[in-house]
């Protein structure tokens, strides 16, 4: 078994090892380049139940993507398949492989040296952000952004609650009331707002297609 630490620098090391081979020197990171450099075959298929798989055949290399994936979703899909064939054979179990390729895609979309120098500037911005990191969705991004600072990250659909993350080391709040009417802000200008309370702020970004609305909010406590 393996600790956080030795999951996340195998993470590290097999993302970088990648991302070489791939000559990818800044984002986007495009993960069809990657299958090209290690001569992975993709094939979109239709397959029930899930969006990927990913398996040898004949000393070959595949992953299938199941057919109509949204573009990031394939990407993420990519990503995770790709890491999973390449995660070092030493971590035999299937579940923990995948488990280990879940954030490897996230570290692949959106690469430790580039990210952080990307974060560093300034106070963070979803949609700048988005612009760099263009193939990764934007709630891949803002949940990878919580490994570089201390931040909840909120995730509603439609307006409701579909995932809350936090890096703070007191764990995880639930959703506080002004958090909730700056999502139905949002929900209703379809634009970024904000809003401060007490020792805490918070911007939500609506993130809007047709008729499905995402809203993620960022919220800091001080």
Not at 170 to 189: D, K, N, T, Y
Request: aromatic share 8%; glycine share 4%.
């Amino acid at each position: 078994m393996y600790d956080f630490d030795e999951r996340e620098a195998i993470i590290e090391q097999t993302a970088e090892r990648l991302l070489a081979a791939a000559r990818i020197t800044e984002p986007p990171v495009l993960p069809e380049r990657i299958a090209r450099a290690l001569r992975i075959n993709v094939l979109d298929r239709d397959l029930p139940m899930r969006r990927g798989q990913s398996y040898r055949y004949r000393g070959m290399k595949f992953v299938d993507i199941g057919k109509g994936a949204r573009a990031e979703r394939r990407n993420f899909t990519l990503a995770h398949e790709i890491m999973e064939l390449e995660l070092p054979d030493a971590i035999a179990a299937k579940d923990l492989r995948h488990e280990i390729a879940v954030r490897g895609a996230a570290a692949l979309l959106c690469p430790t040296p580039f990210f952080r120098a990307a974060c560093t500037p300034g106070p963070f911005d979803l949609f700048e952000l988005k612009a760099t990191f263009s193939t990764a969705s934007h709630e891949v991004i803002a949940l990878r952004s919580l490994d570089f600072a201390e931040a909840i990250i909120t995730v509603f659909d439609n307006g409701r609650l579909k995932n809350r993350q936090t890096s703070h080391p007191f764990g995880i709040q639930p959703v506080s009331p002004p958090e909730r009417e700056l999502l139905r802000r949002a929900m209703r200008s379809g634009k970024v707002e904000n809003e401060t309370w007490d020792a805490a702020s918070a911007t939500a970004y609506p993130v809007f297609e047709n008729d499905f609305k995402r809203v993620i909010l960022h919220t800091l406590l001080d």
